[in-house]
């Protein structure tokens, strides 16, 4: 499992096209991020200046150099608006895992653009870095990125007790992890 430095992957679906995001999307990442709904279950505080936009995307640039992670931009095909984000995090080669992670501006949820943009990293991921476990870590109230998890294939595992301390808390989180046997790299479920 190695992400290549000098070449960010571009992944195209259906809809979609995901890619790097840069400086020049920081209105359009502070434009989602702000949003309190957005931010809810993602450990983080709603976004009030560019400057705050400008720290996720560097934090992204940084998690792609060190080779422990990495984020696309959502973007739809007839639009290069960033309207979203979906990637891993906390990769760990030597066990051939990763945790996943994703948001989406409210303005698009329900349209399954979610579950695209995520179908096409876990398959990314499966094949291109040769991952064995893709885990996702979700708050008990998030029932959304749950029913987005499980429409994959992710099986719950358990609850991990005040694993986090973000906004302020303590938060619960639920494990789920998909292994590559049990996602069909054969064709697209979308």
């Not at 994703?102 to 990314?124: C, D, H, M, N, P």
């Amino acid at each position: 499992m190695q992400i290549e430095n000098s070449t960010f992957p571009i992944l195209e679906t259906d809809r979609l096209i995901l890619r790097k995001v840069t400086e020049v999307d920081a209105s359009s990442v502070l434009k989602y991020m702000s949003d309190n709904e957005v931010v809810k279950h993602i450990g983080l505080e709603p976004f009030n200046t560019v400057v705050d936009a400008m720290d996720e995307i560097t934090w992204y640039q940084t998690i792609f150099e060190q080779g422990t992670g990495i984020r696309w931009g959502i973007t739809l095909k007839e639009n290069n608006e960033v309207i979203g984000s979906c990637g891993f995090l906390n990769m760990v080669p030597k066990h051939f895992r990763t945790e996943i992670g994703t948001e989406l501006s409210k303005e698009y949820w329900g349209q399954g653009i979610a579950s695209e943009a995520f179908e096409a990293v876990i398959r990314y991921g499966f094949e291109n870095f040769k991952l064995q476990r893709i885990e996702a870590l979700i708050e008990p109230e998030n029932t959304a990125s749950q029913k987005l998890a499980e429409k994959q294939g992710f099986i719950r595992e358990g609850l991990l007790r005040n694993y986090e301390f973000t906004c302020g808390k303590f938060d619960d989180l639920y494990m789920y992890s998909l292994l590559k046997q049990d996602f069909d790299l054969s064709e697209s479920q979308s």
